[in-house]
């Protein structure tokens, strides 16, 4: 995996310092031992605000150094004898968790919903392409725009063979919740257009509101050429917008409900998500795959475990399987954290 994995809590190294001075004389001895724990004050990158202005801080901790002062005229013990349980006892307590995980993709990026805080980034601000993952983006746009019940006729699309589509034939009347559900859930392209169209009165215009709506949201990293993701120069994200985004959007429950299905029917057919991982992980419950030539496979993957909910960002996997390996490996490694 390109670049190297930073994760928050930085662990502290304890050094110890020993000075032990022996006066002799007639009639008595003294000494005195002591430690000192030089901390290292670790940035904590804390999660930004979910508003329309987003925003990141940093908080440092900081620990007091563990003291060990003797009386003088007291027995005293050996001094390695009295030090070892003092030092082992600070070692524990600024024990580091374990390293994340490493995976087979470009840039990943885990935050911890609950506790509000990164908990492991790689090129997490790399500007990368996304695939169908930019179909967040598309539908922040649509949920802006509100009417779900909203009819829309569907117009004549131009859809290749080879794109994820649902099957919408020209002059087929659907409300928006509908279209909605089969781009989230099926990767729908041909849904995609309708609803970019629909809104935006053209594709143009829609992808014009997507880049404004980024730029609204702080997403700097965030530049759409399309609604639904295809490669196309100079559109990209990274790992940390997406998160970020699909943090903003879990909060909205007809997204949260849609994200969570492991299909959708149409047309007297079922499909099935997209998202494996709603089929293979305890507590899974969304969010968004995405896959192209440019950008490899990528997804945004949530799980809810006792109350707790963590988003996972996996861009430019080289497989299928890496990239539900990768999701998979990251989440089990951010709900062993404390």
């Not at 409900?257 to 998202?275: D, I, R, W, Y």
Request: hydrophobic fraction near 45%; include cysteine.
């Amino acid at each position: 995996m390109d670049g190297e994995l930073q994760y928050v809590h930085r662990p502290r190294h304890a050094v110890r310092q020993a000075l032990v001075a022996i006066a002799a004389s007639i009639l008595s001895i003294g000494a005195v031992a002591a430690f000192s724990d030089d901390a290292d004050r670790g940035g904590v990158a804390l999660a930004p605000p979910l508003t329309s202005v987003l925003a990141t801080g940093t908080v440092a901790e900081v620990s007091s150094p563990p003291t060990l002062v003797d009386t003088v005229g007291q027995t005293q013990p050996d001094v390695a004898e009295r030090n070892e349980p003092a030092e082992t006892a600070a070692r524990a307590e600024t024990a580091a968790p374990a390293a994340p995980p490493a995976i087979n993709a470009t840039a990943l990026a885990v935050y911890d919903v609950a506790n509000d805080r990164w908990l492991a980034e790689s090129q997490a601000d790399a500007p990368l392409p996304i695939g169908s993952v930019m179909k967040l983006l598309t539908t922040y746009v649509v949920l802006q725009a509100g009417d779900l019940a909203q009819v829309v006729t569907v117009p004549e699309l131009q859809v290749n063979i080879a794109e994820s589509a649902i099957g919408l034939y020209k002059g087929e009347q659907l409300p928006r919740d509908v279209l909605l559900r089969a781009m989230l859930i099926v990767s729908a392209n041909d849904a995609a257009r309708a609803l970019a169209i629909d809104v935006g009165g053209s594709i143009e215009g829609f992808v014009q509101q997507m880049n404004a709506a980024a730029d609204e949201l702080g997403l700097s990293n965030t530049v759409a050429a399309n609604p639904i993701g295809l490669d196309a120069s100079g559109a990209h994200s990274s790992a940390r917008d997406m998160v970020t985004l699909a943090a903003l959007l879990m909060q909205d429950p007809t997204f949260r409900e849609a994200v969570k299905k492991p299909s959708a029917n149409l047309h007297g057919q079922t499909f099935a998500a997209t998202n494996d991982l709603l089929r293979t992980y305890e507590g899974a419950d969304g969010v968004k795959t995405g896959h192209t030539t440019d950008a490899g496979y990528c997804l945004i993957a949530s799980a809810t475990r006792d109350g707790r909910t963590v988003l996972v960002a996996v861009l430019g996997a080289p497989t299928e399987d890496a990239r539900l390996a990768g999701a998979t490996a990251l989440l089990d490694w951010a709900f062993a954290q404390a």
